[in-house]
T-cell receptor, first 116, second 111 residues
Framework: GAGVSQSPRYKVAKRGQDVALRCDPISGHVSLFWYQQALGQGPEFLTYFQNEAQLDKSGLPSDRFFAERPEGSVSTLKIQRTQQEDSAVYLC??????????????FGPGTRLTVL | RKEVEQDPGPFNVPEGATVAFNCTYSNSASQSFFWYRQDCRKEPKLLMSVYSSGNEDGRFTAQLNRASQYISLLIRDSKLSDSATYLCVVNPPNQGGKLIFGQGTELSVKP
């Protein structure tokens, strides 16, 4: 079956531009997570949705970062006024159940963002 | 101190070797632990969960020591296809399932 998909796969932005990254989770998955992975590092948590509710946004690095999941399926991560330090791979993951530890998360291929 | 710490490597081993990766975590209340595998420029994929009693899946054995807050992964009879980055992952309690990743340990298996 279809896994998690993300688009675009690659994005080059000039410093100061706004970008929007899309995630299509596995159909029916309740939980959706966004992670940021810098080169040579493990992924770092950004935010978490259970259906359409954003239950945790503690990992968003600044108020330039905004995420939404208005209908409880597709999610968009928006970064305003991009900075060079925003360059990273942005990974989306979904899991079948909500608000529980131990559920396997399935990751998408990521969006590689480069800010010039 | 990072919440999850791993030796970044790289570990360069010949085919057939046994290799062990270690990881420590800081939140003693953590309940769920995993090893994920990430190939170059690919997404992380679950390799195995780690249970208190230890668990084995073919050539892979995972161990958890709660008293020392220490997790290990042992790979026996290494294959070329095992070359990847191995991520130690912890699910902290009461935080909705978010994962805390270590930096990852790079493994390169040579012929």
């Amino acid at each position: 079956g279809a896994g998690v998909s993300q688009s675009p796969r690659y994005k080059v932005a000039k410093r100061g531009q706004d970008v929007a990254l899309r995630c299509d989770p596995i159909s029916g998955h309740v939980s959706l997570f966004w992670y940021q992975q810098a080169l040579g590092q493990g992924p770092e948590f950004l935010t978490y949705f259970q259906n359409e509710a954003q239950l945790d946004k503690s990992g968003l690095p600044s108020d330039r970062f905004f995420a939404e999941r208005p209908e409880g399926s597709v999610s968009t991560l928006k970064i305003q006024r991009t900075q060079q330090e925003d360059s990273a791979v942005y990974l989306c993951a979904s899991s079948q159940r909500g608000a529980a530890t131990g559920n396997e998360q399935f990751f998408g291929p990521g969006t590689r963002l480069t800010v010039l | 101190r990072k919440e999850v710490e791993q030796d970044p490597g790289p570990f360069n081993v010949p085919e057939g070797a046994t290799v062990a990766f270690n990881c420590t975590y800081s939140n003693s209340a953590s309940q769920s632990f995993f090893w994920y595998r990430q190939d170059c420029r690919k997404e992380p994929k679950l390799l195995m969960s780690v249970y208190s009693s230890g668990n084995e899946d073919g050539r892979f054995t995972a161990q958890l020591n709660r008293a020392s807050q220490y997790i290990s992964l042992l790979i026996r009879d290494s294959k070329l296809s095992d070359s990847a980055t191995y991520l130690c992952v912890v699910n902290p309690p009461n935080q909705g399932g978010k994962l805390i990743f270590g930096q990852g340990t790079e493994l390169s298996v040579k012929p």
